[in-house]
Structures are given as C-alpha cells and as structure tokens.
C-alpha cells in the first residue's frame, strides 16, 4: 500500500496513516486503501481491537489540499461523499478503534479521530477544524461529529475560527479522553487497548451499537433497544462462563 501500513499483532490492528512528508494528508488513495485495511481487519478474528495513529511528527493534517485545485463540484462532493462513507464505517465498525493522536490531528485528520470510539492524545498534539481558513467547512462529518462532542457554542467557535486547541484542552472540551506524554503514548495505548480486548467482544460490539444508534435516537427508543437486546448478551459462551467463573470464587 502507497499510504497505510498496517501492524498485524494480535489482538491489535494497528493501522498508519504513513504520508509522513505530507503530515499524512487525506487523498483519494488514503481513503481508499484506508477503508480496505479496515474491512480486512473487520473480517480478522484475531484482531479485537484497531488502533489508528500517523506515521512521523502528525496524526494526519486532513484532506490534501494540493488536489483542491483540480476539483471541480461534482469531483468534491464524490471527494466528500467517499471520505464521509469511510468515517461512517469506521464508526459503525463492530469492533472497538481506538485514535492515537500523535500531533497534528486537523480537518479530516480530527474527522477521523471523532469517528473512532476513543481518542488518546500526546500533550504536543493539536486539533482543529482549519477548513474555513480555506473559505470551505468540514466536509468528513465535522460538522456533525465536533458538536455532538463538545456541545455547540464550542463546535461552532473551533469552525468558525478555525484555530487549533491543545490536546489538554481538547480533553477538558470531551474532544479526547487521555492526554499522556509523548513517550507515553503507545504504552498507555497498549494497555487500554489490551482491557478492553480482554473484554467479551459481543458485549463490547453490542455497546458500541447501542451507544452510536442510541445518541441518534430519543432517549426512550436508546432505552427498549437496551433492554430489548439486553437477554441475548446472557446467551454468549462468554457471558455464561464470566458468570459462572465469579459465582465459583465467590463459593470456593
Ligand atoms: C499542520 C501544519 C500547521 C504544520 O505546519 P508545519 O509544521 O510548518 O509543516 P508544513 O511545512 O506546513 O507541512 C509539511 C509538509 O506537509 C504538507 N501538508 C501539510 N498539511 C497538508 C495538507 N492538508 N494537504 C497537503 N499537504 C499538506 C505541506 O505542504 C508540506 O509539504 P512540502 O512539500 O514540504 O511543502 C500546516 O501544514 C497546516 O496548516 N496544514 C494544513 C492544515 C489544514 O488546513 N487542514 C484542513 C484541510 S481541508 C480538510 O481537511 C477537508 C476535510 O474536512
């Protein structure tokens, strides 16, 4: 592949944005092979969890804008529509991914990590929505994703400026979780990856779901499809051994 390199170390999927000397700007190539690298880990049993982080000193500084010149209304919407599709599937993945932001994390590059589940940034990282320095707007979801994060009077300030925040303020804003050093970052990502990968892997798809579908919906639909899908977790193999391994303790 011409700009993702993928890490195959079960149970992780580790996945590079890796056009370095671009900050590993978004072109049609990346989001193409980007969306390949994650159907291939989708249909991986081995991997339960996905990591996506950039290759060198950025997380990625979004969309490549050397190719705007070149586009013309229609190839920009297909250009917008295909980006979107890929944050889309990201988030609706029915595995946990987890953004490690490794420094700059700007316009489709924050689109991508608002699609992942959870965000882990180092300190020097900064994130923002630059697009209107360029007379245009977030066009992988931003507009959508940032407010639903970070409320609306926050959302609309970071677009309508376009400036960067820093990663500690982007977790006090909910933008990110985890804020570590720099030297940090891969440890403490491993180490949340690796709970949650020990976790049973329907349970967590089934909270993702009901999380992602919930927050689209009133709170009362968020709370039948809970209760509704609620019976079908006790059925897994893992959920009767977990059960059955804590009553055992308990006894023994
Ligand atoms: C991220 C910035 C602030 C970093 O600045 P600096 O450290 O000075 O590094 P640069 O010299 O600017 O960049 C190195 C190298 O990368 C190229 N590059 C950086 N960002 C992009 C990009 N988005 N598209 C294409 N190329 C990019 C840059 O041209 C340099 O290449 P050379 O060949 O060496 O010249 C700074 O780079 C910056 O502000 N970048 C743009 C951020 C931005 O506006 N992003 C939004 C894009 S629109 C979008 O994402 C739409 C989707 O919603």
């Given amino acids: 592949m ?16 890796n056009r370095p000397d671009k900050l590993n700007a978004i072109n049609e190539k990346m989001i193409e092979e980007l969306g390949e690298t994650i159907k291939q880990l989708e249909n991986d049993n081995e991997i339960k969890v996905i990591i996506i982080t950039g290759t060198g000193k950025a997380f990625c500084a979004g969309a490549d804008i050397s190719h705007f010149k070149t586009l013309n209304p229609e190839r920009a919407w297909l250009f917008a529509k295909k980006g979107r599709e890929l944050m889309d599937k990201i988030e609706n993945l029915g595995k ?17 990590a ?30 959508q994703r940032l407010p639903r994060l970070v409320g609306k009077g926050r959302a609309l ?23 570590v050093s720099k030297e940090a970052l891969e440890e403490e990502t491993r180490k949340m990856a690796t709970k949650i990968a ?48 804590f009553l055992s303790k308990r006894k023994g």
Avoid at 203 to 225: T, W
């Fill in 2 to 17: 011409e700009t993702i390199s993928l890490k195959r170390e079960p149970p992780f999927g580790w996945i590079y944005l």
């Fill in 96 to 112: 946990p991914v987890i953004a490690m932001i490794n420094g700059y994390a700007l316009g489709g590059g924050l689109e991508i």
């Fill in 114 to 143: 608002m699609a992942c589940d959870i965000r882990i940034a180092s300190e020097e990282a900064q994130l923002g929505l630059p697009e209107i320095t360029l007379g245009i707007y977030p066009g992988f979801g931003g507009t």
């Fill in 157 to 179: 300030l970071m677009m309508f400026t376009g400036d960067k925040i820093t990663a500690k303020d982007a977790e006090r804003f909910g933008l990110v979780e985890v804020v």
């Fill in 198 to 245: 020990s976790q049973s892997q329907v349970a967590i798809s089934e909270i993702k779901l009901l999380v992602n579908k919930g927050l689209d919906s009133s709170i009362d639909a968020g709370l039948n499809m809970e209760s509704l899908g609620w019976g079908v977790a006790f059925t897994t193999d893992d959920a009767k051994k977990r059960i059955d391994d």
